[in-house]
């Protein structure tokens, strides 16, 4: 073997590195996986980045069917609410129209809650 044989070998080995490219097609696939993925998740959830949630409610008509107010203490709930004033009513129903007479299912210590 001559001198500029044997240079040229050192510089491009004469086996190609098949590991290598198992590994850097491994990893593309992996990649285009990922990105399909995500696509994917992206038509399904909108790419909005907004979650999902009920239309905003206007302020609520007082209506003669309130009777009560409860102050709405630091970490109250409407469903605590609820447990707390609903009676026989069920828990679901009596939820339900304490979102109606207030309008939103936000609260707020120290607002004021209308009790149905």
């Known amino acids: 073997m ?6 040229r070998g050192m510089v491009r080995p004469t ?3 098949y590991a290598m490219r ?7 696939a992996l990649v285009s996986l990922l990105v399909a993925a ?6 399904l959830a909108g790419f909005g980045g907004t979650p999902a949630a009920a239309a905003e409610a206007g ?16 970490g109250d709930t409407l469903w605590s609410i609820a447990s707390l004033y609903r009676g026989d009513i069920a828990h679901d129903r009596y939820l339900d129209a304490l979102v109606t007479a207030n309008g939103s299912t936000a609260i707020q ?4 809650v209308w009790l149905p």
């Not at 198992?22 to 593309?28: D, T």
């Open 38 to 43: 995500v696509g994917v998740l992206g038509l």
């Open 109 to 112: 210590a120290g607002q004021a």
């Open 15 to 17: 086996v190609p590195n």
């Open 59 to 74: 302020p609520a008509a007082v209506t003669e069917s309130v009777t009560a107010v409860h102050v709405a203490a630091p």
């Open 22 to 28: 198992r590994a850097v097609a491994a990893a593309a």
């Open 2 to 7: 001559s001198a500029e044989a044997e240079a």
